[in-house]
């Protein structure tokens, strides 16, 4: 009977587990601060919506993860401040982020974060670490979805040139 039978929670986490948990732990301090700073200079309101649902998702990652990284032994990264709520009217019109930029972000962090969750599903030994990863990315699938749907809605999404094919005479 080898290390890797029964409860996969009584499992050793290898290198590259803790190395993926520890990283995205750290990604997520610094995701819940910008997106903080996101919607303090957010204007449309189903945006700062949509932005609130993320800075959720990171959180219950973090909390997740957190939890792994210190049954297991492993110090925790640092972790940025909470960022304070800021009204949009004292953030000089020259120094805002303005949405569709915000959106822009966003939708680049959705997709990064798909990669990463699916890299870490691919290597991870640990069938509860796999699984946990499997949760985020369906999380991060979600909110790409709503994210797109606003992006068309809003008129923000910038299509790269589009494929028509035109039959020749």
């Known amino acids: 009977m080898g290390i ?3 409860n996969p929670k ?10 993926s ?5 750290a990604t997520g301090y610094g995701m819940i601060a910008g997106y903080q700073t996101f ?12 932005i609130e649902d993320f800075i959720q998702c990171a959180r219950d990652e973090v909390k997740q993860l ?6 297991n032994g492993v110090a925790l990264p640092p972790a940025p401040p909470e960022r304070p709520e800021a009204r949009i009217e004292n953030i000089p019109p020259g120094a805002r982020f303005n949405d569709p930029e ?3 972000a966003l939708s680049m962090d ?3 974060g798909l990669v990463s969750c699916s890299q870490v599903m691919g290597m991870a030994i640990r069938e509860d670490i796999g699984l946990l990863y499997a949760q985020f990315h369906t999380a991060k699938a979600q909110l790409g979805a709503k994210l797109l749907r606003l992006n068309k809605e809003k008129g923000w999404l910038i299509p790269p040139p589009l494929h028509v094919h035109h039959p020749l005479h």
């Open 39 to 50: 919607y303090n200079h957010a204007g449309d309101q189903d945006l700062k919506k949509i």
């Open 110 to 112: 959705v997709a990064a």
């Open 21 to 25: 948990i520890w990283t995205n732990l």
């Open 4 to 6: 890797f039978t029964g």
């Open 10 to 19: 009584d499992e050793p986490l290898h290198y590259g587990e803790v190395f």
């Open 66 to 71: 957190e939890k792994i990284l210190k049954t």
């Open 102 to 104: 915000i959106s822009a």
